[in-house]
């Protein structure tokens, strides 16, 4: 197994998990249930590059992700990836935090995400 695989598989495994819970609810809004779509979506098209070997750009949340989707590149927004962590896994993320401190990053890069 490849360093993160199973933390990917864990991400889309939860929310193909919500998404069906999703379906099946009645009186869901359809927005948040595209929008749980589209996260997964994200983290399989990083996933399957990832093992495939095809490339992933690390990119910001405000990058137009249409221009690399078209050239087969998944873009992975750390941001993005970051406040999802947090708030489908706040231990997860707690300990992602605190690793980076013991790094050298300060509190404040991450202050947003406690």
């Known amino acids: 197994m490849k360093p993160g695989q199973a933390r990917l598989e864990k991400m889309i495994k939860t929310?193909?998990?919500?998404?069906e819970s999703l379906k099946t609810t009645p009186?869901?809004?359809l927005s948040e249930?595209?929008?749980?779509?589209?996260?997964k979506?994200?983290?399989n098209d990083i996933y399957n590059n990832y093992l495939s070997g095809d490339p992933i750009v690390h990119t910001g949340i405000f990058a137009p992700m249409e221009l690399y989707?078209?050239?087969?590149?998944?873009?992975?927004?750390?941001?993005?990836d970051a406040l999802f962590t947090v708030m489908m896994n706040p231990e997860e993320a707690i300990r992602f935090i605190d690793r980076g401190e013991a790094t050298g990053v300060t509190k404040e890069v991450c202050s947003a995400h406690r």
């Not at 929310?15 to 998404?19: I, K, Q, R, T």
Request: charged content about 15%; proline content about 7%.
């Open 33 to 39: 249930l595209y929008y749980y779509e589209v996260l």
């Open 15 to 19: 929310l193909d998990g919500l998404v």
């Open 27 to 29: 009186g869901v809004r």
């Open 69 to 80: 989707k078209a050239m087969g590149i998944a873009p992975y927004s750390p941001e993005f």
């Open 41 to 43: 979506n994200f983290y």
